[in-house]
């Protein structure tokens, strides 16, 4: 079981910078992909970005690639993310997400691959 503790949300004016932080319990977090997505009010929940176990690899959606940047800390069983240039258009609760993977290079897009989640924190950008 692993579970996640979302935290750094909050308001910050366009153009502006936030670090999200996700911290995990468990024994495995090193092996495990680590994802961010978000849900915007009146939208489905998006994919942002993910990282592998081993953090050599990292994936981030096309609107957000660029301005983010996702980062790991095995030893503190903490990923991150860093937000900069923020858009009104990124306003939305962000998710942290995890599950298992063998592969240290793989990591994962699509929510159904994902079976643990954080409560989410609100990120909101004000034009």
């Known amino acids: 079981q692993v579970q996640l503790v979302e935290s750094g949300g909050g308001l910050v004016q366009a153009g502006g910078s936030l670090r999200l932080s996700c911290a995990a319990s468990?024994?495995?977090?090193?092996?495990?992909?680590m994802g961010w997505f978000r849900q915007a009010p009146r939208k489905e929940r998006e994919f942002v970005s993910a990282?592998?176990?081993?953090?050599?690899?990292?994936t981030y959606a096309d609107s957000v690639k660029g301005r983010f940047t996702i980062s790991r800390d095995n030893a503190k069983n903490t990923v991150y993310l860093q937000m900069n240039s923020l858009k009104p258009e990124d306003t939305a609760v962000y998710y942290c997400?995890?599950?298992?993977?063998?592969?240290?290079?793989?990591?994962?897009?699509?929510?159904?691959?994902?079976?643990?989640w954080g409560q989410g924190t609100q990120v909101t950008a004000s034009s």
């Open positions: 997400a995890a599950d298992y993977a063998y592969d240290g290079s793989a990591y994962y897009t699509h929510q159904y691959e994902y079976n643990y």
């Open positions: 468990g024994r495995t977090f090193s092996r495990y992909v």
């Open positions: 990282v592998s176990w081993s953090g050599a690899s990292t």
